[in-house]
């Protein structure tokens, strides 16, 4: 019995078995370094899925793993009760690269803690209920990050918080009437505004939006849609919420924010994942003001919120993406990925479309290009040729048919061309069975 298969045997007696596995045979890892793992068994692979998008600056990066273990050996955990040193150079750190005047931030360990931090906050401080959330988006694996979630098959057991509303998202490739996108934008704008007219008081606390939707598919979200959304929620009392969880820290290129693309401000932010390179941290950012009105409003503790050594790590993250990985690399890098996957694109008619910005692109695989019909097996089936060829990607979207491509922010054009070449493989290998 090989490594890998004591392993696996080990996770169905001991872990629960709704745990989600990737691949027929899970695939135990065992090391990295920079865009590359190796598995328990020693055989290697291009990382360009990052961990679901989190180790953004690249397995066992140096200058992350010696900001941990210099904190490490002074102190591992202390709690919000009292401030530490590591936890306030990385807000003032952080601050430099968010948005004017969006500097005041809580911590806590996940996306899903932050994202239902962020939704309390907008209540607390409009002093309105209902939010809004966007079909296929998702926010976590709490009742309200699942009620927030809009796929039913992230939506376990009795998931249903009363003031949540979910809005129709702006799916161009699905578009309804093959709509163009201006049309189908303006029709989502119609939607929203019909949503809260109809469906609450009108007076609403905040709408949730992820600028591309990372579970959803990495449908990314037009620019003219998060304008418009954000008057629209804005004229009805609301805050703007951007989840920045899968898309920040200059992911799609060019900006540090994926919601910079459209020129909109948010009232509050989210953000996780690739924040400190694996290591389990969040952060709410909001105005000074918004966040002053959660005084009085009741005690809060975050028992690791702001753990010294995850500040740490995310220190020496973001000095690696600010000297190297930064949104220019990731433009650059990213434009040659996007070329990259539409000329396979070309050769294979099961990749009904590329999408993304900068180092989040995907592959919505169908079996029909015109007619666009879904194709999960066919996603399953690039999935285990691509590790058979040495690549580990991702998947998601509602129909489980689009292949997430998003590498560590410090791939180079020369690991995209490899990736692109062992792409190609496990393509041409399962558009012979298509």
Known sequence: MTISQ??????????????????????????????????????????????????????????????????VDKMLHSSTLYPNAAHLEYAEMLGKITPDGLDTFYFGATGTDADESAVLLAQVHTGNTEIIALRHGYSGKSQMAMTLTGQSSWRMGPVHIGYVRHAMTPYVYRALGNLDETRYVQACLDDLQDVIQTMTSGRIAGMILEPIQGVGGFITLPDAYLRGAAEIVRAHGGLVIIDEVQTGFGRTGTHWWGHQHSGIKPDIMTMAKGIANGMPLSAVATTADIAQSLVGAGLTVSTFGGNPVCC???????????????????????????????????????????????????????????????????????????????????????????????????????????????????????????
């Open 6 to 71: 004591q392993l696996n045997e080990k996770q169905k007696k001991h872990l629960w078995p709704n745990h989600l596995l990737y691949y027929q045979d899970p695939l135990p890892l065992d090391r990295g370094e920079g865009v590359v793992v190796w598995d328990v068994d020693g055989n290697r692979y291009l990382d360009f899925f990052a961990g679901i998008l989190t180790t953004s600056v690249g397995h066992n990066n140096q200058r992350v793993n010696e900001r941990i273990h210099a904190q």
């Open 312 to 434: 740490a790590a995310a220190i020496g993250t973001l000095e690696e993406m600010m000297n190297q990985y930064n949104p220019d690399h990731c433009a650059a890098v990213g434009e040659e990925l996007e070329a990259g996957l539409k000329h396979l694109q070309q050769k294979y008619p099961i990749i009904g479309e590329v999408r993304g910005r900068g180092l989040m692109q995907a592959t919505e695989i169908v079996s029909d290009p015109v007619t666009k019909e879904a194709a999960p097996h066919l996603a399953n089936a690039v999935l285990e040729a691509g590790r058979q060829a040495g690549i580990l990607i991702g998947k998601g979207g509602m129909f489980g048919n689009v292949l997430r491509i998003a590498p560590p922010l410090s791939a180079t054009k020369e690991d995209v061309a490899e990736a692109l070449q062992k792409l190609d493989i496990a393509f041409a290998r399962v558009q012979e069975m298509a």
